[in-house]
């Protein structure tokens, strides 16, 4: 079974529509992240959290919010869905301090 | 602000050796990551170096460094059709929370 997962792995929805993404991880790992990547640009930071009271806005914060419920889980919410949050998202862990960050295998939203 | 850099594509020939690029701003850094994306799938660690390092090899990897010149090069020699994937440049550093910067990801074609 994969150590990180995300659900859904595809989504279309319309512009307005609240949507939410989902990460769990059985890696035990304290750290987790979400990142959107566009074409070209990369992986940008959403948002960040190094445990379950610690959280932290990333280079493109606005339009998302994020809840970590567990230390296993880390959801990402767009309140409000925009065309230009049109991407692939991915949820992330790392342990500590360590250098290597555990990917998910992404969510791919498509906002219309 | 940090930002890492690195050509968008790059093509060669199976059994030839790849080289692909990538510079980066934050004299911080303190690991220089390299990560690879297969069609699908999210990111994987494939090497990494320490910022006191010049060379690292791992089987066909060579990671080369240039602190200097903030250049980070990953040879694959031999290049098989396999490597065929995305290939991120990414930095990362212990201050203010240690942040992972990723590049815009290099994405390598390999004919047969």
């Known amino acids: 079974d994969a150590d990180v997962t995300q659900t859904p792995r595809n989504r279309i929805t319309k512009t307005g529509k609240r949507i939410m993404l989902e990460c769990s991880q059985t890696k035990g790992h304290d750290r987790m992240y979400w990142y959107r990547q566009d074409p070209g640009l990369g992986l940008r930071l959403i948002y960040y959290?190094?445990?379950?009271?610690?959280?932290n806005k990333g280079e493109i914060s606005d339009g998302y919010s994020v809840s970590r419920q567990a230390q296993a889980k880390f959801s990402l919410s767009l309140e409000s869905a925009i065309p230009n949050q049109t991407a692939l998202y991915f949820c992330?862990?790392?342990?500590?301090?360590?250098?290597?960050?555990?990917f998910g295998p992404g969510t791919r939203l498509t906002v219309t | 602000g940090e930002d890492v850099e690195q050509s968008l594509f790059l093509s060669v020939r199976e059994g030839d050796s790849s080289v692909i690029n990538c510079t980066y701003t934050d004299s911080s850094s303190t690991y220089l990551y390299w990560y690879k994306q297969e069609p699908g799938a999210g990111l994987q660690l494939l090497t990494y170096i320490f910022s006191n390092m010049d060379m690292k090899q791992d089987q066909r990897l060579t990671v080369l460094l240039n602190k200097k010149d903030k250049h980070l090069s990953l040879r694959i020699a031999d290049t098989q059709t396999g490597d065929s994937a995305i290939y991120f440049c990414a930095e990362g550093s212990n201050t203010g929370g240690f942040k992972t910067i990723f590049g815009a990801g290099t994405r390598l074609f390999v004919k047969a």
């Open positions: 992330a862990t790392s342990e500590g301090s360590s250098y290597e960050q555990y």
């Open positions: 959290s190094f445990d379950v009271k610690d959280i």
